[in-house]
């Protein structure tokens, strides 16, 4: 989606953002235009950025954590979800197709419901009966079939041609709603007298990674920052396409079988694995990939030393950031920005 960055450029300053609540609309001129009436909201974003009280320490690192599990669902995911069903609504919408790991199709289920829109979600075989019942708490017609994630994408896609109904998920408006991260990112940090040198991802489909990059240059394409963090993003050894392209040095993605337990990640064949890889090397940034071991035990680390429950997916980025320094990537100077991306209730089976 491009906007009239030039007009935006006229409208926006931090001092103005700061008039507004701290949440994802406080940057609506970044988004697509909506009416006030037209927005669909559950209270998404503003979500806390606090300072490592313990593992940054340890590590002789300022590392701030970005606690996306306090959204409305408990995932980041209803950022893009509150874009993308808004704009269902002024469009018309009654009926949404959305494949699924199963944070996105909690929280489609939810901002449907609130809508008054019916959702049908397509997850795979294995997804966590946590993340299933929230969505049947919603009333979504689930259909649970198919090996992962990617054979659930192409059953949705077959039956959106089929029924003409509206396609959810990592596509442009999901994308256009994830970017009010990096907003609140840079937004917290320069009123904390900071700026993150590396923001730390874990990547999938590669859409957030994608999204996060692409709200950092609007911010300074309209003269808000001067210079921009680095991307670093992670993916799970078992399943780790962008991150074998990035140190190819590819310009394709080759899809892989999925076989890690960070089930959110599990995507062999991302949607946005290409975007993705531009973000990372435009960035000048690092892709890794980190154990299953080492994922588990960041997420113990988070619980206990910070206070923070992720669930698998949701501590790669803190699995990354441990890795590189261990490599000696990241130095006692660095600033990195960890967003922490799911609430551990949504996968509590390895506790
Ligand atoms: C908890 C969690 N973290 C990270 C991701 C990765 O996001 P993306 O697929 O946009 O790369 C997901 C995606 O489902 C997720 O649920």
């Given at each position: 989606?491009?906007y ?11 001092q103005?953002f700061?008039?507004?609540n701290?949440s994802?609309?406080?940057y609506r001129?970044?988004f697509p235009?909506?009416?006030?009436k ?11 950025q606090t ?9 002789g ?7 996306e599990?306090v959204n409305?669902?408990?995932?980041f995911?209803?950022?893009g ?6 704009r269902a609504?002024e469009?018309?919408i009654?009926?949404v197709?959305?494949?699924?790991t199963?944070?996105m199709?909690?929280s ?32 979504a017609?689930l259909?649970?079939r198919?090996?992962?994630?990617n054979?659930?994408l ?5 039956d ?6 509206y ?7 999901r994308?256009?709603g ?6 609140e ?5 320069l ?29 300074k394409?309209?003269?808000l920052?001067?210079r ?5 993003g992670?993916?799970?050894e078992r399943c780790?396409?962008i991150?074998?392209?990035?140190k190819a040095?590819?310009?394709h993605?080759?899809?892989?079988r999925?076989?890690t337990?960070a ?5 062999g064949?991302p ?14 940034g ?11 035990r960041a997420?113990?680390?988070?619980a206990?030393r ?5 669930e ?10 441990l890795?590189?320094?261990k490599?000696?990537?990241?130095s006692r100077?660095?600033?990195v ?12 089976r390895f506790y």
């Open positions: 989606v491009i009239d960055y030039r007009e935006i450029k006229g409208k926006v300053s931090w103005n700061r008039k507004r701290f994802h609309w406080r001129e970044f235009a909506f009416s006030d037209g927005i669909v909201s559950l209270g998404e974003g503003g979500t806390p300072f490592s009280r313990f593992i940054g320490k340890t590590a690192l300022r590392l701030v954590f970005k606690n599990t409305p669902t408990g995932s995911k209803d950022r979800t509150s874009v993308e069903i808004s609504l469009l018309g009654r009926h197709d959305c494949a699924s199963g944070n199709g909690a489609v289920a939810a901002y449907c419901a609130a809508a008054g829109i019916r959702a049908k979600v397509f997850v795979p075989r294995k997804t966590a009966h946590e993340k299933i019942a929230h969505m049947l708490a919603h009333e017609e259909v649970i198919g090996r992962d994630y054979a659930a192409a059953l949705a896609e077959r959106y041609r089929l029924y003409k109904t396609l959810m998920g990592d596509y442009p408006y994308g256009e994830e970017k009010s991260i990096s907003f990112i840079v937004d917290s940090a009123a904390n007298g900071y700026f993150p040198n590396y923001i730390a991802l874990p990547m999938g489909n590669g859409t957030l990674c994608r999204a996060v990059w692409k709200g950092l240059k609007e911010l394409g309209v003269g920052i001067k921009l963090p680095k991307i670093l992670f993916q799970a780790a396409p991150v074998n392209s990035f040095g590819a310009e993605i080759d899809p892989v999925p076989k337990l089930a959110a990640i599990a995507v064949n949607l946005d694995g290409l975007p993705a890889l531009d973000a990372l090397r435009e960035s000048k690092v892709a890794e990939a980190v154990s299953d071991g080492e994922i588990l997420q113990k680390l988070l206990l910070e206070g923070i429950w992720a698998p997916s949701g501590a790669v980025a803190l699995a990354g950031i890795k590189l320094l490599m000696g990537h990241l100077n660095d600033s920005v960890c967003l922490i991306t799911g609430h551990g209730l949504k996968e509590p």
